[in-house]
C-alpha cells in the first residue's frame, strides 16, 4: 500500500514526461549533437567538431547582424509593449466594461500570425497603403514603412505590439486585480498623489507579473521570425532579418542543418545570459526604472 501512494505521483506523471522527452528533451539533445556535424538532410552527417559555432562567430558577419536586430527587436517591443499593456490595464482597472475591453485587446493574439501581417501589409504599403493615404489626405508624404531601412524595424516592433499588447494587459490586469487596495488608499490618506500612489505602491507590488511579462516579451521575440518572413522578408538591407529568420534559412533554405543548430544554440546561451541578467537586475530594485 505504502509503494502504492509513492509509486501513484510518478504514474500520473508518466504521460507528460514521456510526452517532454520525445518532443522536447530528444530533440534538444539531438540538435546539439547535429550542431557538431555538416549535414544537408540528404548525404550523411560529417563530423566536423566546433568548426560550426567558429564560421558563425568569425566568418559570418550576416550572424552578428541578425543578432543585433534581434537585440533591437526585443528591445523595442519590451519598452512598447510592457508600458503600452501596463496602462492599458491601469486604464480598464475599474471599467464597468472590463470583461469586454479585455476581449477585445485578446482578439488579435488569437489571430493568425501570416493573416495579421498581410492585413498590416495593406497598411503599411507605399504608396497606396491606407496609413499612407490617410496621411496623404493631411498632405504629409508618407514614408515607405516596409522598405525603407529607417522605417522597417520600427513597423515590425509595432506590430509585434499590436499584436501582442493584448495578453501582456490581461496578464498584468489579473495581477492588479489582486492588489490590496487598502494599501493605495492608505497612502492616499497620507496625501499621496495618484501617480506617486502607483509609483511606490503599485507599481512594486506588481513586480513579479512585470518580470513574468518582461521575460516571456524576451522569449517571444526571440523566437520570432514569421511576421518578419511574411511581412519584410528580412529587408530592407537585412534591416529586419533577426537570429530567429537567419536559423530557419540557414536550415530550411540552405539545408545546412548542421550550421542552423550551432546557431541555435548560440542563440540560447545569449538568451540565458540575458535573462539572467535581467533577473538580477530585477531583484536589485531596478523596477524603479520603470517609474
Same mark, same amino acid.
Given at each position: 500500500m505504502?509503494?502504492?501512494?509513492?509509486? !501513484?505521483?510518478?504514474?500520473? +506523471?508518466?504521460?507528460?514526461?514521456? @510526452?517532454?522527452? &520525445?518532443?522536447?528533451?530528444?530533440?534538444?539533445?539531438?540538435?546539439?549533437?547535429?550542431?557538431?556535424? #555538416?549535414?544537408? #538532410?540528404? /548525404? %550523411?552527417?560529417? @563530423?566536423?567538431? *566546433?568548426?560550426n559555432y567558429?564560421?558563425?562567430?568569425?566568418?559570418?558577419?550576416?550572424?552578428?547582424?541578425?543578432? $543585433?536586430?534581434?537585440?533591437l527587436?526585443?528591445g523595442?517591443?519590451?519598452?512598447? /509593449?510592457?508600458?503600452? *499593456?501596463?496602462?492599458?490595464?491601469?486604464a480598464?482597472?475599474?471599467?464597468?466594461? $472590463?470583461?469586454?475591453?479585455?476581449?477585445?485587446?485578446?482578439?488579435?493574439?488569437? !489571430?493568425?500570425?501570416?493573416?495579421?501581417?498581410?492585413?498590416?501589409? #495593406?497598411? +503599411?504599403?507605399?504608396?497606396? /497603403?491606407?496609413?499612407? %493615404? =490617410?496621411?496623404?489626405?493631411?498632405?504629409?508624404?508618407?514614408?515607405?514603412?516596409?522598405?525603407?531601412p529607417?522605417?522597417?524595424?520600427?513597423a !515590425?516592433?509595432?506590430?509585434?505590439?499590436?499584436?501582442? &499588447?493584448g495578453?501582456?494587459?490581461?496578464?498584468?490586469?489579473?495581477?492588479?486585480?489582486?492588489?490590496?487596495?487598502?494599501?493605495?488608499?492608505?497612502?492616499?490618506?497620507?496625501?499621496?498623489?495618484?501617480?506617486?500612489? @502607483?509609483r511606490?505602491?503599485?507599481?512594486?507590488?506588481l513586480?513579479?507579473?512585470?518580470?513574468?511579462? =518582461?521575460?516571456?516579451?524576451? &522569449?517571444?521575440?526571440?523566437?520570432?521570425?514569421?511576421?518578419?518572413?511574411?511581412? !519584410?522578408?528580412?529587408?530592407?538591407?537585412? =534591416?529586419?532579418?533577426?537570429?530567429?529568420?537567419?536559423?530557419?534559412?540557414?536550415?530550411?533554405?540552405?539545408?545546412k542543418?548542421?550550421?542552423?543548430?550551432?546557431? *541555435?544554440?548560440?542563440?540560447?546561451?545569449?538568451?540565458?545570459?540575458?535573462?539572467?541578467?535581467?533577473?538580477?537586475?530585477?531583484?536589485?530594485?531596478?523596477?524603479?526604472?520603470?517609474?
Amino acid at each position: 500500500m505504502i509503494l502504492s501512494r509513492r509509486a !501513484t505521483p510518478y504514474l500520473l +506523471l508518466a504521460p507528460v514526461l514521456l @510526452f517532454a522527452a &520525445v518532443f522536447f528533451l530528444v530533440p534538444v539533445l539531438f540538435s546539439l549533437g547535429l550542431s557538431f556535424f #555538416s549535414w544537408n #538532410s540528404l /548525404g %550523411r552527417p560529417r @563530423f566536423v567538431g *566546433a568548426a560550426n559555432y567558429a564560421y558563425l562567430l568569425t566568418r559570418d558577419p550576416l550572424f552578428w547582424t541578425t543578432l $543585433r536586430n534581434t537585440a533591437l527587436f526585443v528591445g523595442g517591443t519590451i519598452l512598447v /509593449g510592457v508600458p503600452l *499593456a501596463m496602462a492599458l490595464a491601469v486604464a480598464v482597472r475599474r471599467s464597468r466594461r $472590463r470583461a469586454v475591453w479585455r476581449s477585445l485587446y485578446w482578439l488579435p493574439g488569437v !489571430t493568425n500570425v501570416a493573416a495579421v501581417a498581410y492585413v498590416w501589409q #495593406s497598411v +503599411l504599403a507605399d504608396p497606396y /497603403g491606407l496609413l499612407n %493615404r =490617410t496621411l496623404a489626405l493631411a498632405g504629409i508624404p508618407g514614408p515607405a514603412w516596409l522598405f525603407d531601412p529607417g522605417t522597417a524595424m520600427l513597423a !515590425t516592433i509595432l506590430v509585434f505590439v499590436w499584436f501582442h &499588447v493584448g495578453q501582456d494587459m490581461l496578464l498584468l490586469s489579473a495581477a492588479l486585480d489582486q492588489v490590496d487596495e487598502d494599501c493605495e488608499d492608505a497612502a492616499r490618506i497620507d496625501g499621496a498623489s495618484p501617480w506617486e500612489v @502607483f509609483r511606490h505602491v503599485t507599481l512594486p507590488l506588481l513586480k513579479p507579473a512585470l518580470l513574468f511579462v =518582461t521575460l516571456s516579451n524576451l &522569449v517571444k521575440g526571440v523566437g520570432y521570425f514569421a511576421l518578419m518572413l511574411v511581412l !519584410t522578408g528580412g529587408g530592407p538591407v537585412n =534591416t529586419t532579418n533577426v537570429a530567429a529568420l537567419h536559423i530557419y534559412d540557414l536550415a530550411f533554405g540552405q539545408l545546412k542543418l548542421g550550421l542552423a543548430a550551432a546557431a *541555435a544554440w548560440l542563440l540560447l546561451v545569449a538568451v540565458a545570459l540575458v535573462a539572467f541578467a535581467q533577473l538580477a537586475f530585477m531583484r536589485r530594485g531596478g523596477l524603479e526604472a520603470y517609474g
